[in-house]
């Protein structure tokens, strides 16, 4: 692998590989890195229907047509880099790969998106996969009339309870405020099925089981009183936080480590561009995730052609 | 049916061979699903690093798979896939759901690198 880009992008989800289309088809010399599979969270949507242009199709199926306009145009594009560090203020920009190699560019894009959140309670670690799960289509069938619990009260959660429904024999939703985050006839489609049940205001405790999950515990946030509920499975949703740990200590970013942008996109350090979910915005879909990766591209092309040559 | 790169093993006798034939193996029971998807990727990346270990792939949904779904070690799992690991025939160790590539990593690296 060469070492000297005009524009180097960390992350390969739909923003990252948008602007290495958009760079790649510019003829500007562009890398690509991903620490983990190529396309993000997209690759773990079982299908997106609401993609323009695109009737339905898989998240997979999305992003690996996606990586292969990226590679056609000339973008080189890197899955499962191990990076050491980076250094972003001056030009070059410089990443350091934990095997040594040293990377270098002109401008960097951080594309880097988000990871799940997690509970961090006791136990939640120990039984992912025996019990906890966070894909209802995947693992729903594990659980044919078996009384389950589902973490969380926006969309994601309640439309994936009302999926799990068709295996569960009950489903207990536990949720952290009084009230729901969904979409109101999201809301009203759950509270009218039978085999749903609610607990509201509620933090959860800790996971309990030896083998495999037994009980999920909460406790009533107002009064204090401790729920035990026994069940088989356990679904989370309770949305993602912007991987942005990398570089949370060289960019500006707000409360909640999202990385700070103008409208260009760029972050407060020259030459650095933020685009996606780990950047602050109101919206977080593909479609928004791919209109940020063409806007950082075009800018980062102009950053390129206005900076002063040596 | 799994539309991956990775070699399929698709009856008891094709398990037999693979086990009997290769000294250590990776091996990753699931479906075209979400989080499946990208442990088969993972498990293609790692090939040209671990020449000692032969990767492959089993249908979930397969009549291979039942051999897989009875091992007592897979017995408390949940989530897809489920992903074995084999020194000389003999489960290694076992996890439950996506898995990254440093989880991956360290365990191939763990129950065979001492060997490789």
Known sequence: MKSEYDVIVLGGGPAGLTAGIYLGRARVDTLVLDTGTVGGQTVLSYSVANYPGVEETSGHALSATMLRQARSFGATVKPYASIESLRLDGDPKIVTLKDGTRLTSHALIVATGGVPRKLGIPNEEELTGKGISFCATCDGDFFTDRPIAVIGGGNSALEEAQALAKYASRITILHEFD???????????????????????????????????????????????ETS??????????????????????????????????????????????AGDVRVKRHRQITTAVADGTIAALSAIEHLTSRPTA | MLLTNLPHVDSDSALDDVLTNNENVMLCCGRMGPMCLPVYDLMEQCKDDYPNVAFVDMDFDGPAASAIRRLPAVRSFTSLPFTLYFHKGQLVEATS????????????????????
Not at chain 1, 195 to 222: D, I, T, Y
Not at chain 2, 97 to 116: N, P, Y
């Open chain 2, 97 to 116: 759901s996506i898995q990254t590539k440093d989880q991956v990593t360290d365990i191939l690296d763990r129950v065979f690198g001492a060997e490789s």
């Open chain 1, 229 to 274: 509920v026994a069940v088989d499975g356990c679904f989370v949703f309770i949305g993602y936080i912007p991987n942005s740990r990398m570089v949370a200590s060289m960019v500006q970013t707000n409360e909640r480590d999202e990385i700070i942008t103008d409208a260009a996109l760029a972050t407060s350090v020259p030459g650095v561009f933020a």
């Open chain 1, 179 to 225: 009230h729901f985050q969904a979409h109101p006839w999201v809301v009203e489609e759950v509270k009218a099925n039978p085999k749903l049940h609610f607990l509201m205001n509620q933090e959860l405790q800790r996971f309990e089981g030896s083998e495999k999950l037994e009980h999920v515990v909460a406790k009533h946030k107002a009064t204090g009183k």
